[in-house]
């Protein structure tokens, strides 16, 4: 039996859930802020293994969904100046925000082009030297290195007509702003990005935040796992930290991708959707690096962008409403013609809750 076939063996899941549904003693409400944790406990159906005092809510863990409106105006302000090749991932291309979108400007003949990294960026600015080249940089902790590494690359390499939109966030500082007087009882920490900060990055959420939570991989058996240890400790009136995915996070994380960051970037406040101002919440790049900084560098018009006032993504993020709330929901806000960024990612809530329980909330 493979790994994997291990970590969704009919038996250890049942186990779980037993000892789940024999611990789960009161009403609670767990959230989990990863994109992929999110994707994950909709298609295995975890929400449906669980006892009806359980409840699972996602909250700002994709980075397509936090990235807020007058970061995409910036976008569209520096997509449309002549001269420029706007490159982004293929998620933010669809995002919307007012009656725009990045595809839309596109589809108007503002030269945007889906790259796979920021290393393809880069490679079309070699190829362009007549043109500028930016970079849409958007993820948390664990896209950030890649853009690091490049930004560096190409000051090496002297590439003069290349630079970025730094949309880069930092996950802890969002937990430590969405969860004080929230109604969430425990965390389920992202893996990916603790596969980059080490486990211990999270440790202040059971110690100064007093709540259980337990970094997790995305299988079946990891989640299930850190939802019984998180049960467990709600029962106890405990709140410790519990590593649940030790094949791929340690406690201090990758050193190397940390380093790369540091050198290349430092802390800055931020706007989140559905969150807001958060102090030292993103990244912005070292006055060093400075030269690759495409605002810095253009001085894009400001752009005032209003979302759809019906859109529910705001509460979403934070935990407080679920998709099938929204009465925009599977009507007017589908994936091919989403209203909110959290139907456009496969990571965002609305999306997965879309693609896999959509019969279910209907």
Known sequence: MSDYQMLREAHTIQSLRDFINDNAVRPCTIMEVCGTHTMSIARWGIKTMLPDQIRLVSGPGCPVCVTDASMMGTAFSLAQKPGIIFTCFGDMLRVPAGDKSLLQLKSSGSDIRIVLSPMDALQLAVENPEREVVFFAVGFETTAPLTAATIN????????????????????????????????????????????TGCKKFQFVAEILKRPAAVAGFEPFDILLAIAYLIKDIKENAAHLYNCYPRAVDDNGN??????????????????????????SCL????????????????????????NPACMCSAILRGESSPEDCQLFDKQCTPEHPVGACMVSAEGSCAATYKYMRRKAK
């Not at 949309?167 to 893996?191: E, F, N, R, Y």
């Not at 540091?262 to 030292?280: E, S």
Request: charged share 20%; hydrophobic share 45%; proline share 6%.
């Open 153 to 196: 690359l190409a000051n090496q390499k002297q590439i003069t007509n290349f630079s970025i939109l730094c949309a880069h966030k930092t996950m802890p500082a969002a937990i430590k702003a969405l969860l004080p007087g929230s109604a969430v009882d425990a965390l389920i920490c992202p893996g990916h990005v603790a596969v980059i």
């Open 255 to 280: 050193i190397t991708a940390q380093e790369i960051i540091d050198q290349v970037f430092m802390p800055a406040d931020g706007i989140w959707r559905g969150l807001g101002l958060i102090k030292d």
């Open 284 to 307: 912005s790049l070292r006055d060093e690096y400075s030269d690759f900084d495409a605002v810095k560098k253009f001085a894009p018009e400001p752009v005032s962008i209003s979302d």
